[in-house]
C-alpha cells in the first residue's frame, strides 16, 4: 500500500488551515489532463484501481502521526484528526481502458474539503504515470499491429519499482502479449517472456553450445543470434531447430538485439523459411517504440514479436501528462478558476461520447450518446469489484484498434484533433460562475 | 525491501540454466552507461544505497517460490536454491554523490555467475535511474546558482510511488534543498517544504481572507499570489505581511505559478522593496527546469526561490539514461562483447581522476590521481554503514559548483566532452581478450 505521507507538505498544511477553520463542508474535484497533449491524439484511462485501493486503505499510522508532529506545524487536535482519517467520499470515473481526451474529467473526486485535498498528490501520481503508459503502450501497437506479439522488457529501466509494476499492467491494460517483470506476473498474472542475454552466449565455449544448452533446459526457447555475427547465429540457431525437430519439439524463434534490423529480418526469414523453418518466428528488440517500428515495417522488415522497454516505460517522447487536479464546486455552488490557459469547467460533470465528438455537460443534463463517467466509490467504499484485468484487456486493446483512421496515426500532429465540445448549460455556468 | 521477482524472466531462465549445467564459476560484471549521453556533460552517481540494501536482503519467499513452480519452466532443485539465496558476491563501486562519465564502470559485482545474473535488473533499475535524476538536478542547481533555493514539487508527476522517494532523495543528494514529498522527509531526513494550492485561495470568501488565515496557520508562510490578478494578490500579500510585523512575525515570501515570470517577479520585488519588505522572497514554479531557469534569470527575472516539479522528477529532456551491466571476466580470463558500438572493456578495471581528464585501467595497475571505485561490500556484507545524508549532500553540491565552466554549461553539446581514456594495459588486452 501507498504510505499515507505520500504527498505534497501543501496538502496537509491546508487541511490543517482547513481543520482549525472548520472549512469541511463538501467539495468536488475533478481529475483531468490539460489540454493540448503533444504527440498523442487519443489517451488511454489507467489508473483507477489503484485510486480506489488508495482511497479505501489510506491510513496515518501512529509513526507517521509522530513525524508529523516534529514538524511543529500541526496540533494536537488535527494529529488526532488525522488519526481517525478514512476517506468517506463519493468518487466517479471513466473505466480504466477507456479512450479519453484531454480536457475531459476523468475521476471526480466529491468529499469533506479536507479529505478531497488529502488525497490529490497521490490520485495525481497514479493517474498520471499510468494513463501516460497506457497510452503510449496504444501507439506501440498500433505501429506492430494486430497480428504481432508486443511484451514489456522496461523493468531495467523504468523509474523505480513501483514504476515497473506499473508499466507492466498499463501495457498489457492498452493489450501487450506479455511482460518480462516476473513480480507483474505474479501479481497481476500477466503472461511472463523472456529470452537470454548476450552474457549467456558468452558463458559458453562457443554459441552453438550456448543454444544447444538453452533449448535443452528451456521449453519455448527464442535464441538471441546478435551475439558475434547474426547470420552465422541464425545457422547456429537452424542447426539447433533440426536438432529440437529430431526430438519432436520445436524452436519458437530467434531475437535480433542490433544492427540493420529490416534488412537482417528479411535475410533471416528468408533463410528460415528456405531451411524449411517457416514457422520459427523473428523477434526483434532494441530501443523500440511506435515510430521504429513504424519505420522498420515501411523499409520492409518482418517480425511476429516486439519487445519494447526504455522507450514504453519511460514514454520518452512525452514522459509526463499534464493532469491537474482542480476544485469546481463547493458550498458556494459551482467554482471556476480563471488564469489564462488554465481555465476550469465548473460543476459536477458528466461526459458523452457521440459519433460527432465527445460532449462536456453538467451532470444533471441528458444527451444522446454513451454517458463515460460512472460511479465508483460510495461513502469510501467501491462500489464494483476489481476487474478481471484479461478482460479489461481484450476490450481495451479492440477499442485501441477499433478507433478511426485520423486517430491511429502516430505522428501528423497537424491532422484534425477529436472533437470535444462544452454543452451550453455548461458554457453558461463556466461564464456566471463564481472564480 | 525491493521485491525478488522484481525481476526480468530472463535472468532467472538463464540462472536456471547455469544452476543445471554447475556453470557457476566466478564472473565479473560491469554496471556503466554507454556513450554518449545526450544533453548531459557529467553524471553524478546515484543508487548504490539501494543498490546494497537489495544486495544484502535479496530473499525469495515461498509465495513467490510457488508461483516460480507454477510456471513450469524450473526443476524443483532450482526453487530449491533460490529458496536458500543470498547473495554472497563483491561489490566495487564509485561512492554516490560522485561526478562519473559515461562509459567508466560504476559499480562493479564479483559474484558466481548465478548470483551475479539474478541482480542484474534491480541494479540497472536504481542506478539509472537514481542517476539520471541527481545528473539532472545538479544542472538545476547550476542553472538556479548557489545562491537560490532550489526544492522538489515532483511527486505528482513521477512515475510512481517508488520514484518520488527516489527523486526526493536524488535530488536532495545533489545539493536541492528540500522537496515537498512529506514521506521523503520522514524517511531521508530531508527538509519538506510547501506553501497553498489555488483551491485553497478560492476556498475562502477572498483572497485577502485566504491569505490571513494561511498566515495565522502556518509558521513561516509563502502565500501564492497569482490565483486572481498577481499584482493584486502581491497587494493582499503586502498587507498581510503588514499585519504580522505588527505581531512580530514574518511573511517569508510570495509563490508565482503562471504569467510572464520575468516581468512579474521584477515588478514584485520593486513594490516589495518600495513597500519596505525586502526581506520577503519571491518563490517561483510552473514547469520549471534548467533552461527556463537559465531563460527566466536572462530575462531579468528576479526570484529566491524555485520549486522544480515535472522536468525534474521525469528528467524530461532525457527521460531514460542507457545504463548497462556486462560481462568482463570469467572463469576463462577477460571477456569482451565486440558488437559495433556497444563494445566493452574487459577485465576488473579502477578509474582515476587526474586534472587532464579520468583514466580507465585494469585495477592493479596504479597510476597519478585519485581512484574512484572503492570496495563497498565483501561476502554478500556491506563494509561501511549507509553514508549520512545531509553530509553526503554537501559535499556533492561543493562539487557541482566547483566544475571546471566547461562542464557547468548547460546545453553547447558542441563544446568539447570530459576526456575518459583508457590505459595501455587496458587497450592492449581489449585487443587480446576473448569474445
Redesign the interface.
Known amino acids: 500500500m501507498?504510505?499515507a505521507?505520500?504527498?505534497?507538505?501543501?496538502?496537509?498544511?491546508?487541511a490543517?488551515?482547513?481543520f482549525?477553520?472548520g472549512?469541511n463542508t463538501p467539495?468536488v474535484?475533478d481529475l483531468y489532463v490539460r489540454p493540448p497533449v503533444p504527440y498523442r491524439r487519443f489517451l488511454v484511462f489507467a489508473g483507477l484501481e489503484s485510486a480506489l485501493s488508495y482511497l479505501e486503505n489510506l491510513r496515518f499510522s501512529e509513526e507517521?502521526l509522530a513525524?508529523?508532529e516534529s514538524?511543529?506545524?500541526f496540533d494536537r487536535h488535527f494529529l488526532d484528526y488525522l488519526r481517525n482519517f478514512r476517506f468517506s467520499g463519493e468518487v466517479w470515473a471513466v473505466p480504466e481502458g477507456e479512450i479519453v481526451y484531454p480536457g475531459e474529467p476523468l475521476l471526480t473526486v466529491e468529499a469533506p474539503?479536507i479529505e478531497a485535498?488529502i488525497v490529490?498528490?497521490y490520485l495525481?501520481?497514479?493517474v498520471?504515470?499510468e494513463t501516460l503508459i497506457a497510452s503510449k503502450a496504444a501507439r506501440v501497437l498500433l505501429a506492430a499491429g494486430e497480428e504481432a506479439s508486443v511484451v514489456d522488457?522496461s523493468?531495467?529501466?523504468?523509474?523505480?519499482?513501483?514504476?515497473?509494476?506499473?508499466v507492466a499492467r498499463s501495457a498489457y491494460l492498452a493489450g501487450f502479449d506479455g511482460t518480462?517483470?516476473?513480480?507483474a506476473?505474479?501479481k497481476y498474472g500477466i503472461p511472463?517472456?523472456?529470452?537470454?542475454?548476450?552474457?549467456?552466449v558468452?558463458?559458453f565455449p562457443d554459441e552453438l553450445s550456448a543454444f544447444r544448452?538453452?533449448a535443452e533446459?528451456?521449453?519455448r526457447p527464442i535464441l538471441l543470434i546478435?551475439?558475434?555475427d547474426t547470420m552465422a547465429g541464425l545457422e547456429h540457431a537452424i542447426q539447433v531447430a533440426r536438432e529440437l525437430e529430431a526430438k519432436g519439439r520445436r524452436l519458437l524463434g530467434v531475437r535480433i538485439d542490433?544492427g540493420d534490423l529490416p534488412e537482417l529480418t528479411q535475410r533471416v526469414r528468408a533463410r528460415l523459411d528456405e531451411a524449411g523453418l517457416s514457422y520459427v518466428q523473428i523477434f526483434i528488440s532494441g530501443d523500440l517504440d511506435e515510430y521504429k517500428i513504424r519505420d522498420f515495417k515501411a523499409a520492409g522488415g518482418v517480425a511476429w514479436g516486439y519487445g519494447v522497454g526504455?522507450?514504453l516505460?519511460?514514454?520518452?517522447d512525452l514522459?509526463?501528462?499534464?493532469?491537474v487536479y482542480?476544485?469546481v464546486q463547493?458550498a458556494e455552488g459551482p467554482?471556476i478558476?480563471?488564469?489564462?490557459?488554465?481555465r476550469t469547467l465548473p460543476g459536477r460533470k458528466q461526459v458523452w461520447r457521440r459519433p460527432e465528438g465527445d460532449l462536456v455537460a453538467l451532470r444533471h443534463e441528458v444527451h444522446p450518446g454513451r454517458p463515460l463517467l460512472a460511479r465508483a466509490m460510495e461513502r469510501g467504499h467501491r462500489l464494483l469489484p476489481p476487474p478481471d484485468l484479461a478482460a479489461l484487456r481484450r476490450a481495451t486493446r479492440e477499442r485501441i484498434f477499433a478507433l478511426p483512421e485520423e486517430q491511429r496515426v502516430i505522428d501528423r500532429p497537424e491532422a484534425p484533433r477529436y472533437p470535444v465540445f462544452l454543452s451550453t448549460e455548461l458554457e453558461k455556468l463556466q461564464e456566471h460562475a463564481a472564480?
Chains 1, 2 share one sequence.
Open positions: 501507498p504510505k505521507l505520500l504527498t505534497d507538505l501543501y496538502e496537509l498544511t491546508m490543517y488551515s482547513y482549525k477553520r472549512l467539495a474535484f507517521e513525524y508529523l514538524l511543529g506545524l474539503r485535498q490529490e498528490t495525481l501520481n497514479t498520471n504515470f522488457f523493468p531495467r529501466r523504468d523509474h523505480g519499482e513501483d514504476a515497473a509494476m506499473k518480462s517483470n516476473v513480480e506476473g505474479k511472463v517472456v523472456g529470452t537470454m542475454a548476450h552474457s549467456y558468452m558463458s544448452a538453452f533446459d528451456h521449453p546478435d551475439t558475434y542490433s526504455t522507450r516505460g519511460t514514454s520518452y514522459p509526463a501528462l499534464g493532469g482542480k476544485l463547493d467554482r478558476k480563471k488564469s489564462p490557459g488554465k472564480s
